[in-house]
């Protein structure tokens, strides 16, 4: 098979939309934080952690016989982990350097360069784990299979590719020969979600697409073979599936964008194309450039490109010490902005962009290791950087499965059906018939009554249901009877949207709140990465494939994702998936999320059990930015903090979604296509404030301390902000969060506010996570307000500092702020819980000017909070008791009919 080399189409229909380099959006801020001398080498690689959730603010770099680890610490801070140096024999000098795991999950760190050696360090046992010879010259580039993260693929000076597995030191596949690259390459990136493909560049001026398709038996072989790895039968792929001459000079960098590809020359820009592959008919095959990210002063070889997790920016260095930082999926491409440091002027080889993108590292020419964050509001943030890529995902999303932009209208097939003509029934025979059967049918439901099913309620709702069952219209056993018994967890049905991609990230969360007997089915772009992500899914999660609907369905948006139908068609396809015998009981609420929402499933079960399932409702909430509202609708719930349909309105929808999708095309994301499918039914949204989309960035503790009366059914987007306890990871803040959700429910971040007279004081509780304390009497509406403590979800020039609630600034000087303590305990027995709170000291407040210096810990008696669905919500009173000066006692209580809360002499 001879491939033809394939130039990019120009003409009318393919023209290529060009950013602008030097009018920077400035949606996101960033501040130089630090610098690192690695030595007077140059910096030739440096990457963070996408493998590991446990490692998300860890970084490696290559620097001469070096590589090194570092994490991201507070204020911009870097913590040497670890060092590996080459023997001085070796004369090793590394050009790359990339993150692997064994089978068992052990991090492993991949190193090559000068001397074409791969070496294989186990981070656990900071040892030499394998050491792989077979390139005859230098290695330029090594990337890990992240949906196999143990497979790795090496790109060298000697013009092959090698595809090694690193559990056995084996040389499995060798991309080289007839139509191979003709001069080095450069660098290699895997498919984010076709496992058996990967792209690669080089000297020759071209980009090669292969498949290893052909030869996946091997590569499963490989990890089995007990014998000498050296005897392994090794294979030889001679022929890409597409030999592709987009750029006229060296091509040092390319990056898999979902079926894009991103990749860069020697000739100032960076371009996005579209491969258009015609397997068996090579002849046919095109390539389609769709747009162009320019980068002055980028005209030497071996600069290198970065993205976030989710795929929503890019980095790259110049030869001038800039850094263009780019908005990958906007169109026209949208320069975000453009960093520098006044210590800096030696070309940039390498970027590294943090998983949300707030922090920014580049290694340079003259050794040094430089570092941006991210900022708002003028202050730098005084957490951890970086997020926890496994709490979240993860949005938007490395791996999506893209088409092009220029996608044309399908049309729907319209056809008119048929009818049979059936004889006719004789009308006095029928009635007759049917009356008998009636009888027969009343008799053999009096004979065989159902027994009636246990509770599933969580033990906080159990009272409730109790109540509910003594009544007598509960204990009739009639099928209608049946029909009114009260919801469980049982009748509800998640569909919830996830990746190949991002899901080996999102199980840990998805394992914390999914419990059964809740069923739930988790949709992905593509068969699952591994047998082992499959098996440690939770008991009632059922992995199901979606189908292909690119083809079938138009996506005219500018800036979205095509990706956004075959999540709206998750509304369907589930309903397909239950379709057959049901188990009992039959559902009767879909909830619809994506898998990096988090549930708090008793509070969800008490709002749903407000509404009668049998009627048409569509409940959810609305963004808490105005802005993002304006953009994309008031009207609808967002998908992100979960949206709920009664069963038999998710069956009216799934009959007619298909003939929504194509009337909707130009809208952005899955739910705004529900909302809309769902308007022309003839449904309005049910505002139910429980639902979190958290459109919002940085430090949301203002947010959650002023938590409305309803009780908090989710929250989304926890990957892109700041951990919910300070001093903790993200995994383990939402760890301790959910730990304290399900000791009361019910109460989590409900507000209770009390005062003291006597020593004027004001102490406003958000139950389960935080305590502040005022000094003299603050006013119950402005402790309501939320605090400012977050940043937009959209920033710019021309993006409303505007929100969904009321809103009150909070203060830039600690000193100035409210004594602050987290919870750190709970304990609870006899209906009551205990919750004890530390304190959070001020780290830029001298102790003279804290205020309540000697107060250290508050420890909260309340009882176990029962709501009765449909009864009226109202705020619980506390009283402080009299207590020593460290720690302070409160016991919360339901207020008295006519008790206000407010400060009383």
């Known amino acids: 098979m001879v491939n033809q080399v394939v130039v990019p189409e120009v003409g009318l229909g393919h023209e290529v939309a060009v950013g602008s380099p030097t009018r920077p959006s400035r949606s996101r801020e960033y501040k130089a934080t630090n610098k690192h001398a690695e030595g007077k080498i140059p910096v030739y690689a440096v990457v963070f952690n996408f493998l590991d959730a446990r490692y998300h603010d860890v970084f490696a770099t290559a620097c001469g016989p070096r590589v090194s680890t570092y994490r991201c610490l507070k204020n911009g801070k870097f913590s040497l982990l670890q060092k590996y140096v080459a023997d001085e024999t070796d004369e090793e000098s590394f050009y790359t350097v990339s993150w692997a795991c064994d089978i068992d999950g052990t991090p492993l760190l991949v190193a090559a360069g000068k001397s074409g050696v791969v070496r294989i360090i186990n981070c656990g046992t900071e040892k030499i784990h394998k050491t792989l010879v077979g390139h005859g010259k230098a290695i330029n580039e090594i990337k890990s299979q992240a949906l196999k993260p143990s497979l790795i693929i090496s790109a060298s000076k000697d013009e092959s590719i090698r595809l090694w597995n690193v559990h056995t030191g084996i040389f499995i596949l060798c991309f080289a020969g007839d139509e191979g690259h003709r001069n080095e390459v450069l660098s290699v990136d895997f498919h984010t979600s076709d496992i058996y493909r990967f792209a690669s560049c080089g000297m020759d001026n071209t980009v ?35 030999i592709a001459a987009v750029h006229s000079n060296y091509v040092d960098c390319t990056r898999w964008l979902g079926d894009f590809i991103l990749s860069k020359s020697v000739e100032n820009e960076i371009l996005m194309w579209e491969p258009i592959i ?66 800096l002027k030696s070309p940039i080889r390498q970027t590294a962009v943090s998983v949300d993108g707030s922090t920014i590292i580049a290694g340079s020419d003259d050794g040094n290791i430089w570092r941006w964050d991210e900022f708002a509001l003028g202050f730098l943030p005084n957490l951890e950087v970086g997020t926890h890529s496994a709490l979240k995902i993860l949005g938007d999303l490395l791996g ?59 033990p906080s709702l159990r009272a409730t249901a109790a109540t509910q069952r003594a009544e007598p219209a509960r204990r009739s056993s009639s099928p209608a009877a049946a029909k009114l018994a009260p919801t469980t967890l049982a009748h509800v049905v998640f569909g919830i949207a996830s990746s190949r991609r991002t899901l080996p990230l999102r199980l840990p969360l998805l394992r914390l709140w999914l419990r059964p007997p809740t069923r739930a089915f988790l949709f992905l772009d593509g068969p699952a ?377």
């Open 529 to 905: 990465p591994d047998t082992d992500t499959v098996t440690s899914l939770p008991s009632n999660l059922r992995v199901c494939v979606s189908s292909d609907s690119s083809r079938r369905f138009p996506y005219s948006h500018p800036r979205g994702l095509p990706s956004a139908v075959r999540v709206a068609r998750i509304a369907k396809e589930l309903l397909l998936e239950v379709r057959g015998p049901l188990r009992d009981p039959p559902p009767r609420w879909l909830v619809l999320a994506d898998d990096d929402t988090a549930f708090v499933l008793p509070n969800l079960l008490h709002t749903l059990s407000k509404y009668d399932w049998r009627e048409p409702w569509y409940l959810g909430a609305r963004s808490e930015s105005a802005a993002q509202n304006a953009w994309h609708g008031f009207a609808m719930a967002y998908g992100g903090g979960g949206i709920a349909v009664s069963w038999p309105l998710a069956k009216r929808l799934a009959r007619v979604l298909d003939s929504c999708l194509l009337r909707y095309p130009h809208l952005y994301g899955s739910d705004a296509r529900i909302y809309a499918c769902l308007a022309e039914l003839g449904v309005e949204l049910t505002h139910e404030p429980g639902f979190h989309q958290i459109d919002l960035h940085g430090d949301i503790s203002g947010l959650l301390r002023a938590h409305p009366l309803t009780p908090l059914v989710s929250l989304h987007h926890l990957d892109h902000v700041y951990p919910l306890y300070p001093g903790m990871d993200r995994s383990t803040a939402v760890e301790h969060f959910f730990r304290v959700a399900n000791a009361d429910p019910l109460r989590i971040l409900q507000q209770t506010v009390c005062y003291d007279y006597s020593k004027a004081i004001t102490v406003s509780i958000a139950w389960g996570y935080s305590v502040q304390v005022f000094k003299g009497s603050v006013l119950l509406p402005d402790l309501l307000a939320v605090q400012k403590t977050f940043v937009p979800w959209k920033r710019g020039r021309n993006v409303t500092d505007s929100f969904m609630f009321d809103t009150k600034n909070y203060p830039r000087d600690e000193c100035k702020r409210a004594a602050l303590f987290f919870l750190n305990s709970i304990s609870s027995g006899e209906g009551k819980t205990k919750s004890n709170y530390s304190r959070q000291l001020p780290k830029k407040c001298s102790p003279n000017m804290m205020p309540l210096r000697n107060l250290h810990q508050i420890k909260v008696t309340s009882e176990l909070l029962h709501l009765v669905p449909g009864k009226a919500l109202r705020r619980h009173c506390c009283d402080i008791v009299p207590s020593s000066e460290t720690i302070m006692d409160i016991n919360i209580r339901k207020c008295k009919d006519d008790e206000l809360i407010a400060m009383h002499s």
């Open 400 to 458: 999506l499965r893209l088409s092009s932009p220029r996608a044309r209208a399908l049309k729907p097939s319209m056809a008119t059906p048929s009818w049979p003509s059936h004889p006719r029934i004789p009308l006095r025979p029928f009635l007759l018939a049917l009356t008998i059967l009636s009888l027969l049918l009343l008799l053999h439901l009096h004979r065989h009554r159902p027994a009636t099913p246990p509770s599933l309620l969580p």
């Open 278 to 343: 015609k397997e068996g008919s090579p002849g046919e095959s095109r390539v389609d450039v769709l747009q162009k990210y320019p980068v002055p002063d980028c005209n030497i070889w071996f600069i290198k490109f970065s993205c976030d997790f989710h795929f929503n920016q890019l980095a790259i260095g110049n030869c001038e010490g800039k850094v263009y930082v780019w908005e990958v999926q906007a169109s026209p491409p949208v320069l975000i902005n453009c960093l520098s440091n006044p210590q």
């Open 208 to 242: 090669r697409i292969w498949s290893m398709k052909e030869f996946w038996p091997y590569i499963e072989k490989s990890y089995s073979w007990t014998e000498n790895p050296s005897k392994f039968p090794t294979k030889f792929v001679k022929f890409p599936v597409m």
